[in-house]
C-alpha cells in the first residue's frame, strides 16, 4: 500500500436550511458553518439547501484553502440545493434530477421549484477512486397522511438505480444528505438492500452525538417541534452511507453529530444537526481474502429474497401512487371540459339578442380559459406523473424478475450468479435497527 | 469460450415516425415493422419515435415469439418513445431524460412533450452483460440557424456523462437511436470522442445500404424535402454505434440501411430509413493481448488532447446558449412587470369617478393577470434552462481540468494515468470521416 494513501476519510453532512429571507439568522449560521468546515477540515463536506448561489459562493471563499475543490449541483428553479467541498480533487460529476418532486401549485411547500436531485462527485483521493454521492429526498410534511409517499418512493428507486449504476468503477462509496426518511421506512430499505450502501450509525464503533442519532431533534432552537410529533425525542433523516469495494474495504469508527446548540454561540448550525463520520480504508490486493464480500457468500440467496420483499413492497406504494394520480387526472380533465363547455355560453351568448355587453362576454370568456387552460395545465402535468410512476413500476418489476432469476440460481447451485456482475455487490448483509 | 456464446449480434435501429393521426399510414407502416423485426429476428431491435403506447403493445404482441424481452420507456407527456425488444433477457432499465429539450409553447414542434431521454437496458447475452442504449436527440428544424443547438448539446453532454458513468461494468456496449446530429457535427465528435464508442458506419467491413450511409433521402416517400436542402442526396442522422471491453472485443462485420422504397409494398417503414448492424464478438481472456485498448497507449496524449479541443468547442457553445437564455428571461421579465404595471390601471379605475363598467374592468384585470402570469410562467423555465446550462458548463469545466492533468501526466510519465480508471476507456482513437 503506498505510503500517502489516507488511512481514513472524514466525511461531514449537513442541511443547512438555507432559504434566504425566509430561514432565521441564514447569514450568521453561514458564517458559523464556514468556521466549523475551515476548522475541522473535513476530506469531503455534503450540504445540501443551500439554496442561493450567494452563500455557496460565500463558502467557496471561506473555504479556498481548506476545500480548493468544490461542485455546486444547478437544477430547478431555485437550483438543488446540494454542494460539495473538498480537499481532494474532483475529477468529474454528474447530476440526476429526480422524475417527480412535489407539485408547482403547491407554491408554499417548494418542494418542486428546488430541482431536487443526486449529484455525484468523482473524487481522487490520493489515487483511490471515491464516488461521492449527496442528495436530498422530498419532505414529509405529514406523516399520518404522506401524499407524497410514491414520490419519496420513486425518488430512493431513482437513487438507488443511479447509485447501483454508476459506482461499478469506485473503490468506495460515500453517500450523505438528507433523505427525509426514518431509518426503517420502505424507501431507506429499498435503498440499502438494493445498493449494499451500509448506514454508519448503525455500523460505527463509537458514537457521540444525539440519542438514537437523530438529526431533527426537539433541543434545536430552529425545528418546527410540530414537525417532530409524535416522536417527542427526534427523528433520524440526515445520513452517511458507505459501501467498499474489492480494492478497499470501509468501516466506519466513530460517527458524531451535532447536538443542537453550539458551545460558544448563540444560536445551532441550522434546524437539521450535522454528521461527521470517520471511515477507515482498509486497502487490501485481494478482495477474496478481506473485501468486503468477504465470508458473505451463504447470505446471498437470503439477501436476494430480501431485495425482493422490499421490491414487492415498493410497487405497491407506486402502484398507490399510480391510482392516486390518475384520480387527479380525472379531475383535471373535468375542469378542462367544465371551462371548454362554460365557453360556450358567451360564445352563444354574443349570437343572442344583445342583452349584455361586449365586456361582459369578454370577462366571461376570460373565465372559462382560465379554467380551461388550469385544466389543461394540470392534465399534462399529472400525465408526466403517471409516466413516470409507470416507468418506475416497469423497472422494478424487471429487478424483480432478475431476483428471480438470481434466486432460482442460488437455490440450484448455492452461488446467485455465474457473470461475477456487480448486482451481486448489494448482497452483502447489512444490519438492521431496533 | 462456451460453445453457446454468440459469435455475432444483430442490432437494429429505427425511428419510427410514429405520431397516430399525424404520420401517414402509421397503422400499415407498424405491420410492415413487425413483419420484418419477425422476420429477420435481429438480438435487438432499437426503436424511436414510438409514440403511442398502443403501437408498442401491437409490436410486443406480434413479436412475442421472436422477442419475449421489451422495455419501453416512459417519461414526459407523449412519452419519450424510445422502446427496446430483445431476443435475450434484459435484466434491468433505467432511464435519464435529457434536462433541456425544446420550449413547451413551441406547440407545433413538440419536442418539449415527448420527453426525450436516453434508455439503458441491460441484456444477459449467454453470460455476456451487455449495456444497451436508445436515444433521440431534439430535432434540428434549421440548420442555418438553429436556435436548439445548445439544446442538443446539452442533451449530447448528458448522453456522453451516462454513457460514460453506467458503461463501466459491461462486457459490450450498443448505443442506437436518432442523433439528430450529421457525422461530424460537435455533439456527435463530442459523443465519440468521449465515450469511445465507435461508429459502426465508419468502422464495418462491408456496407449495404444508401450512398454515404444516409438515413434520410429524399428517394424515401415520406421524408420532408425541405429538411434535406442543401443537402440533396440526403443526411446520416441515425448511428448505432458501439464498444468493446477488457473481456470482449467488438466489430462491425457488415451493416445495412434500407433504401427508401420496400420491395412488394407500397410505401417505406418510416420517413427514416432502419439500420442493421452484424457485431462480431471477439472474445478474450486478456485484454493486454487482443482487447480494445490494444497497442493504443501511444495514442493516449493526441486522444486526450483531441478531447480538450473537442470539449473547449463546446463550452463555447453552450455559453452562446446561456446568453441567448438570459436575454430570453429578461423578455419574459417585462412581459412579467408590464402586466403587473397594467395591473394597475383597472386596479386605479376601479377607485376613480365611475366611467366604465364592473365587467370592462373585470376585462382588463384578466388581460392584465394573463400577461403577468404568461411572464411568470416564462421566466420560471427560462431561470430552470439557465440552471442546466450553468451546470453542463460547470460539468465541461471538471472534464477539462480532469484532461489537462492528465495530460501533464501522460507528458511526464508517457501514461496518462497509473490508476486504471475506465475513463482512459474513451482514449482509443477513433476513425475520422471524410
Redesign the interface.
Known sequence: MPAERPETLRVFSLNCWGIRFFSQLCTQRYEMIGELLGREQHDIALLQEVWSEKDFLFLKRKLSSSHPYT???????F?SGLAVFSKH?????????Y?LNGYPYMLHQGDW?G?KAVG?VIV?IF???AHVYVTHLHAEYSRAQDEYLPHRMVQSWELL??VR??S??ADLVVLGGDLNMHPQDLGNRLLRSHTGLRDCYTETDTFDGCEDGHTLIAANHFSKKQDLIPFEKGIRIDYILMKGSQKVSMKCESLSTTKGPVANKPYPYSDHEALTAELALLHSEDSRQHGSSNGEDSHTALAVSEQMDVVAEARAVVKEGLCQTEALRDKATYLMFSGLLLLLLPLAMAFLPCF??F??L??LG??CM?LLLSGAMLY?LF??HI??L??TD??MM??SN?LQ?KLTGCRLSGSPS??G???LQPLSPFKREE
Open positions: 461542485h455546486y449541483f444547478k437544477s430547478g428553479v437550483g480533487r474532483i475529477q468529474d460529476a454528474l447530476l440526476y434530477k422524475s421549484f430541482g455525484l481522487d489515487g483511490l477512486k438505480q443511479f449504476h454508476t461499478c468503477g349584455c355587453s365586456s361582459t369578454g370577462l376570460a373565465v382560465s399534462l400525465t408526466t409516466k413516470v409507470k416507468e416497469d423497472q424487471l429487478t432478475d432469476t455465474s457473470d456482475s456487480p448486482e
